[in-house]
């Protein structure tokens, strides 16, 4: 089992930053493949940002590209999620999980999920 906690939502202007944090602790071990993914009210949970487990790999919704960047520290079993540029459209629930194969888009292959933190743009 791994357990995944979620930090660093809050209430920001468009055009400003946040940095979300996840840590991790359990079976931490197995460096798993991580994700954020979010869902605005009313809206499927959608794909944001994936990592390998060693961090050398990344993948990104077109959405987010170059303005969101996914990283982590395995030293720490912290994975970070920073966001610049943020938008209006940008605002969701915001959930880390952790996958028990290779990174992925896929939402239904995330077996670990934090509770998630909420993320709200102001126009």
């Known amino acids: 089992q791994v357990q995944l906690v979620e930090s660093g939502g809050g209430l920001v202007q468009a055009g400003g930053s946040l940095r979300l944090s996840c840590a991790a602790s359990?079976?931490?071990?197995?460096?798993?493949?991580m994700g954020w993914l979010r869902q605005a009210p009313g809206k499927e949970r959608e794909f944001v940002a994936t990592?390998?487990?060693?961090?050398?790999?990344?993948d990104y919704a077109d959405s987010v590209k170059d303005r969101f960047t996914i990283s982590r520290d395995n030293a720490l079993n912290t994975v970070y999620l920073q966001m610049n540029n943020l938008k209006p459209e940008d605002t969701a629930g915001y959930y880390c999980a952790a996958t028990t194969g290779d990174m992925t888009r896929m939402v239904y292959r995330y077996t670990y999920w934090g509770q998630g933190t909420q993320v709200t743009v102001s126009s």
């Open positions: 990592i390998s487990g060693s961090g050398d790999r990344t």
């Open positions: 359990g079976r931490t071990g197995s460096n798993y493949a």
